[in-house]
């Protein structure tokens, strides 16, 4: 029996794609980032870079 790696993309923290593409020209990609704020397993170590996002401007959709 072999422990799984877990070492893989999928274990990695997606916090600064969120951050960039919360910051993104196209509606959808902001779209899709919102929606993976509200169910991403953010950690300790995301801290630092949700408190920096936090004091960014972002763009607003006219639909919002």
Do not use: C, Q, W
Request: no cysteine; hydrophobic share 35%.
């Amino acid at each position: 029996f072999k422990e799984p790696d877990h070492s893989g993309i999928i274990y990695t923290s997606k916090t600064g794609l969120i951050i960039k593409d919360l910051h993104s020209s196209d509606s959808l990609t902001r779209a899709k980032a919102r929606e993976a704020v509200d169910v991403a397993p953010f950690s300790k170590e995301d801290i630092p870079l949700l408190y920096s996002a936090y004091l960014d401007r972002f763009p607003v959709d006219s639909n919002d």
